[in-house]
């Protein structure tokens, strides 16, 4: 049986080879929804190595394409990824402290 996990991660690797596929191809005009919603999966999923730079691409064809619509969107789940990053390292600090005191 396939667990979530393994399934996101598939569909992630999808949407990214996608992706890769159509900047390939010369693509720009759905590249800032396209990088958004990779952005966005990436935070369902609760990946934590490509997310922040999939927000950062995103922002940026937003300002070079003047794709003003996502731009409301994308400081979303930025601001999503940083709350979560800050709850991750307030937990790890937290449980080192308390492993090394007992």
Do not use: Y
């Amino acid at each position: 049986m396939i667990d979530n996990a393994s399934r996101a991660d598939d569909g992630i690797a999808e949407m990214q080879q996608g992706w890769a596929d159509s900047r390939a191809l010369g693509v720009k005009l759905a590249a800032t929804h396209a990088t958004f919603v990779l952005a966005d999966a990436c935070v369902q999923a609760g990946r934590t190595a490509p997310r922040l730079d999939w927000v950062k691409v995103a922002r940026e064809h937003a300002r070079i394409f003047h794709k003003r619509l996502f731009e409301a969107e994308i400081h979303k789940v930025h601001g999503e990824l940083l709350l979560g990053t800050a709850v991750h390292t307030e937990n790890f600090i937290r449980a080192g402290l308390s492993s090394g005191i007992g």
